[in-house]
């Protein structure tokens, strides 16, 4: 399973630290959404050699995590010898390895998920000099970035007592100023960013069904309420940050629990799609009392996702849909504008800057989209893997980074096409 969905306009989620447009710290981007923050300037029409090219590429074990980069470096993780988890640094320039580190965490999943790998999944969270890796049996573990030396590992299976999960630890860590925020042990949970601590455990389930939830969660004020916005196997919530009090809940409705994506936020709402379900906006409002709850605005049942997250540009979503079709949804209305008349790979991860979009599509085809609320626009497509690329695509400065199956890639924008 791979992580989905996220915030889009004014998430209202600061990073503990000042990040950086050259930074891409964490699933999804700086702001959880997605978006590159730099509207006024387009990626280029074309993804020809002439306009993007391959800086290096280095083998690794097998893994779906997407890269997170600094400054300096490149992270990702990987599973070897079907024995351990390892997380490793690159050098952003040269592709040299800088550092590993290794933790004993292999597992199998379920014979049905088989197809889709054994691998570690979470993509890691980089914050100031650490870096937050979940490694696949419910473990979550701190590392200095620029050494790699393990600060704290937590093994939630253990502290909780909850049940392995069936397809391992999927959701990617949030970090504030004070906390990690997972799905993890049967739950959502904060954590002591110092020494791993438990500060609240909250819509506790006991791990039903298959374990610990797929969808990482997000921050944003809504209602006047700062609260995080996460999606359990079984409902979309919103949370205080400080006390893990459930401001207000929702069933989602979904085949098996697999509500897989990330809630996405678009003035002052909040819309999701569920497997086997349907696709929904919810509007938060005040009761009045510092209370809030949610109002259901609209549900359509022919705009239902799988496991992509989509991009919210101009008050429409665009995105990949369980049928592998491609979707524009309006979020005023719910109305779906089009759909495409072809169907396109199992994952499609992507960014946007200004209104430009680039999907990677997990048959190693990267496409560049333009945001068009009345048609699918495709300016252009080529093949940058001969491997499966499920990890999230990685997008800083004039640079993409790429994790195949088993390896981790560089592009680079020329930098005259990309100065427009």
């Known amino acids: ?97 800088v550092w590993q580190a290794t933790w004993p965490g292999a597992m199998s999943v379920p014979f049905f998920a088989k197809r889709n790998g054994d691998w570690i999944r979470s993509t890691p969270t980089l914050d100031a000099d650490a870096i937050y890796v979940a490694g696949m049996r419910d473990v979550l573990v701190k590392l200095d970035a620029k050494t790699g030396r393990e600060h704290w590992r937590v093994d939630f299976v253990e502290r909780f007592k909850s049940p392995l999960p069936a397809f391992g630890f999927v959701c990617s860590p949030m970090v504030d100023s004070k906390g990690v925020y997972v799905q993890a042990g049967g739950a959502f949970v904060k954590l002591d960013k110092n020494d791993g601590k438990t500060i609240w455990r909250s819509l506790e389930d006991g791990g039903g069904m298959y374990g610990s939830a797929f969808a990482s969660p997000v921050r944003a004020t809504l209602a006047s309420r700062d609260q995080l916005l996460v999606q359990s196997r079984t409902h979309l919530a919103g949370i205080d940050p400080e006390t893990g009090k459930v401001l207000w809940k929702r069933e989602i409705p979904a085949f098996r629990g697999m509500n897989i994506l ?45 496991m ?54 997990n048959r190693g085809i990267l496409y560049l989209l333009k945001a068009n609320p009345q048609k ?18 990685a997008v800083s400065g004039n640079e993409l980074f790429i994790r195949e199956l088993k390896a981790l890639a560089s592009w680079k924008w020329n930098q005259a096409s990309a100065a427009r």
């Not at 990040?19 to 387009?42: C, E, F, H, L, Y």
């Open 1 to 97: 399973m791979i992580l989905i969905f996220a915030a889009s306009l004014a998430l209202g989620f600061p990073p503990a630290t000042p990040t950086a447009p050259t930074v891409w710290n964490q699933w999804r981007g700086p702001s959880r959404d997605g978006r590159i923050p730099d509207p006024a300037n387009a990626w280029p029409d074309s993804l020809k050699e002439t306009h993007l090219s391959l800086s290096w590429r280095v083998e690794m074990s097998a893994g779906y995590p997407g890269p997170v980069v600094d400054e300096s470096k490149v992270y990702s993780a990987e599973t070897a010898g079907a024995r351990n988890e390892v997380a490793k640094a690159f050098d952003r320039a040269t592709g040299k390895l």
């Open 262 to 306: 990330t809630p996405a936020v678009h003035q002052g709402g909040i819309f999701t799609s569920a497997y086997g379900g349907k696709a929904h906006r919810f509007d938060i409002v005040s009761k009045g009392a510092g209370d809030i709850d949610s109002v259901e605005a609209w549900k359509v049942g022919n705009a239902e996702a799988n």
């Open 308 to 361: 992509s997250s989509p991009i919210i540009h101009d008050g429409h979503a665009y995105m990949h849909l369980r049928n592998r079709r491609v979707c524009c949804v309006n979020l005023a209305t719910g109305n779906v504008t089009w759909t495409s008349p072809s169907s396109y790979g199992e994952y499609w991860s992507m960014v946007a800057r200004g209104d430009r979009i680039l999907a990677l599509d």
């Open 376 to 393: 699918l626009e495709i300016l252009d497509e080529r093949k940058v893997s001969d491997q499966e690329t499920w990890g999230h695509l």
